[in-house]
């Protein structure tokens, strides 16, 4: 029976109605890699790359990011892997990057912000992803991207580090209301948006994601972060939707967001299997009614409400 349900992990999620979506794994670890492919992640979806830059002294050398990208991307054995640029500010500095005092670090230099404004640091970082992204299908991704300006110019710093054309998709996390606001601007300059509800949600409903007193009004199910995620999918056009935020592991959310035009959830390790679970069993139209109703909910409690988890109906 375990070795069935590890069978069927690692076949692909589709709806009763023939939607394919891939659900992937978000991997802050060499170790976390393995334990992605072993649940029958389609993809990594969210690499963490902060995990090979915080605790230490000097920032990690090109030669030393690569092999661990490679690794990654080895790992996976020929799926695709989404590495996201480093994204670190105010709330976890670094010691080799030298940042001014912040009485609010989450509005302050933090993400792309933060790496724009150390582009040797984003230069070598781009570098080894190009390098490994000549041998294995890599993505890259920008952090709490707000303006076109900013995609215009990491991507100038890539193409700078690598002027060959290169298979390498370009995206960036939907994680600034004003982003997804924007997403039809941006959706001309980028191959793929993923939505980090994390984030958003803290920017959305004016919740420090750190502060327990108000955790409870941090809901992603709220109407109101749920309409930017509508404009997010909306905006898009060719350009895929994902969501990577804590969100995509709730399965009660999972019918929403795809019904909102999600097609890629990316979850942590253990729970993709679970996602994969619950997308096999919901029906796309009906996930599509359910989001509409949802929009015009008035409280996350009320959009809860609407998904039964427990069946197969998602309206
Ligand atoms: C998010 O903000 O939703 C996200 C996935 O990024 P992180 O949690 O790393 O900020
Ligand atoms: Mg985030």
Do not use: W
């Amino acid at each position: 029976k375990r070795r069935a349900a590890a069978e069927l992990a690692q076949l692909p999620a589709i709806t009763t109605d023939g939607v394919e979506v891939h659900v992937g794994a978000n991997v802050a670890s060499i170790d976390d890699a393995a334990a992605a492919v072993r649940a029958g992640a389609d993809l990594f979806g969210l690499v963490r790359t902060e995990f090979l830059f915080l605790g230490r002294a000097d920032a990690p050398s090109v030669t030393e990011q690569e092999q661990v990208y490679r690794e990654l991307a080895k790992t996976l054995d020929g799926r695709r892997i989404i590495l996201r640029t480093l994204d670190v500010g105010g709330d976890k500095p670094l010691p080799y990057v030298t940042q001014a005092p912040e009485a609010n670090p989450f509005l302050g230099e933090r993400g792309i912000r933060l790496a724009l404004a150390h582009p040797d640091l984003l230069r070598d970082q781009l570098r080894a992803i190009a390098a490994v992204a000549a041998e294995y299908p890599v993505s890259v991704m920008f952090p709490m991207v707000t303006t076109v300006e900013e995609v215009r110019a990491a991507r100038a710093l890539l193409k700078e580090v690598a002027p060959q054309p290169l298979a390498l998709e370009v995206g960036i996390m939907v994680e600034v209301p004003a982003a997804a606001a924007k997403a039809a601007v941006l959706a001309q300059h980028v191959d793929f948006f993923s939505i980090g509800t994390n984030d958003l949600t803290q920017y959305a409903m004016a919740v420090d994601r750190g502060n327990d007193t108000v955790a409870t009004l941090a809901d992603p199910l709220d109407p109101g972060v749920l309409r930017l995620i509508d404009l997010v999918c909306r905006g898009a056009g060719r350009a895929r939707v994902a969501v990577c935020g804590e969100i995509a592991a709730d399965p009660v959310a999972v019918p929403i967001l795809l019904g909102l035009g999600v097609t890629e959830l990316s979850v942590a390790a253990p729970v993709v299997p679970l996602i994969k679970a619950r997308v096999r069993e919901l029906d796309h139209a009906a996930c599509a009614a359910a989001a509409v109703r949802a929009l015009s909910c008035e409280s996350a409690a009320e959009v809860r409400a609407l998904v039964d988890a427990r069946t197969s109906a998602s309206a």
